[in-house]
């Protein structure tokens, strides 16, 4: 961690004049001045002939500016060129496509000049870097590992029509099921594409002002052979007349998804209660289910793309419902909520803004 200022600035040390160095420098010269002082003095003694008196301290004194030259080159070496050559090594990793890379700083953080500071960023670059290209990778691993299963059953099922001796009955069994996994397939296509044109701002939200308990209404309505077919106790407390402002067709997936996995996620014989109530500023809507419920683990995960927590259920769909979920609520400046217990069930509540009174629609 880098020191900050009262501002939050850095604190980065400008190089002033240094002290260090200076005294090392003054060290040597008097030193060596008292050896040449020696030398005059034993020549003197010696009564040595002209050319040697003059020849020896030149020699002298030649050898004493190629030490000091070596002592700069050595400390010019470890203070610049030595980290500046371990950051171009990491660069050109980086370049590589290795993104694990670490370039320790040269001074320690209370003493960072603007080399270290350099140093800092691109190790945060990096890092910042290789979780991008994770996120990456990872989603494309997760949209081909989804797309195998319904490719392999299409193919599947395409060869076994192929065969000689299959009754009119098989045909239509094999024909409808490459036509559910087609579905699959199209489903996936096509929430990608939703939550990739979300995720990039490519979907201009249409803002209307426009009754919520309808909405909510003709969705639980689209689910009622399913759950006829489970057998589940449904419980709808909805108050008349609750006007939001948002965009219909995409509160339209939001309301889907959470009451399909309510459905998908508990088990025949048990309830799903849909609530919406509201306070002058907000109005909430909770689907509830006394399905098999989440771990704490899972409930930190369910909005990540393709996550699926409950095994059992997870050839059905793909884990993207409530990343949409999520991405939509942000749009629309709406809040979501989950409490869940493994076993018992679990609560998701929406809340939403209000439409004013008396206040415009925004967009249209
Ligand atoms: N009501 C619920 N009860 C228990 N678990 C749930 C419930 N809703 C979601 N989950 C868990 O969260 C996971 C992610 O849900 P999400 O809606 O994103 O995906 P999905 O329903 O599996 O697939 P998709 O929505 O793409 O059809 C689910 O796989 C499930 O493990
Ligand atoms: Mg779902």
Not at 11 to 40: C, E, N, R, T
Not at 145 to 166: D, G, S, W
Request: a negative charge; aromatic letters at 6%.
């Amino acid at each position: 961690m880098t020191r900050k200022d009262k501002t939050g600035k850095r604190i980065i040390k400008d190089s002033l004049f240094p002290v260090s160095l200076f005294a090392i420098y003054l060290g040597v010269i008097l030193l060596m001045s008292g050896i040449h002082q020696g030398l005059v003095v034993l020549m003197n003694a010696l009564a040595l002939n002209s050319v040697i008196q003059t020849l020896i301290p030149t020699i002298y004194w030649s050898a004493v500016a190629v030490g000091l030259t070596f002592f700069t080159r050595k400390k010019i070496k470890d203070t610049y060129e030595a980290p500046l050559h371990r950051l171009a090594e990491a660069t050109e990793q980086v370049a590589g496509g290795d993104f694990s890379v670490y370039v320790p700083t040269v001074h320690t953080s209370d003493k960072l000049d603007y080399l270290d500071v350099m140093i800092l960023d691109f190790n945060k670059m990096v890092e910042e870097l290789g979780s991008v290209e994770t996120l990456k990778t990872d989603f494309v691993s997760n949209v081909s590992h989804e797309m195998k299963t319904p490719i392999a059953i299409i193919k599947n099922y395409a060869e076994l029509l192929q065969m000689k001796n299959v009754s009119e009955e098989e045909k239509l069994e094999y024909a409808e099921n490459i036509r559910e996994a087609a579905g699959k397939l199209s489903a996936l296509i096509s929430n990608i594409l939703k939550l990739n044109k979300l995720e990039n701002q490519r979907i201009d939200p249409e803002i209307e002002s426009y009754d919520l308990c309808g909405q909510l209404e003709e969705c639980i309505l689209q689910y009622e052979e399913l759950w006829d077919e489970k057998e589940l106790e449904l419980e709808v407390d909805i108050e008349e007349g609750a006007v939001i402002q948002a965009d219909p067709s995409l509160m339209e997936l939001v309301w889907n998804n959470l009451i399909s996995n309510a459905i998908k996620f508990t088990e025949p014989g048990g309830k799903v209660t849909i609530r919406q109530t509201g306070t002058s500023d907000h109005v909430e809507v909770s689907v509830s289910d006394t399905g098999c419920g989440m771990s704490r683990e899972s409930v930190r995960h369910i909005f990540d793309k393709f996550y699926q927590g409950d095994t059992s259920h997870s050839k059905e769909g793909n884990g993207l419902g409530l990343a949409l979920v999520r991405r939509i609520l942000d749009l629309m400046n709406g809040e979501i909520q989950v409490i869940s217990e493994k076993g018992k069930g679990s609560t998701f509540t929406v809340k939403l803004p209000r439409q004013k009174e008396g206040k415009e629609a925004i967009g249209g």
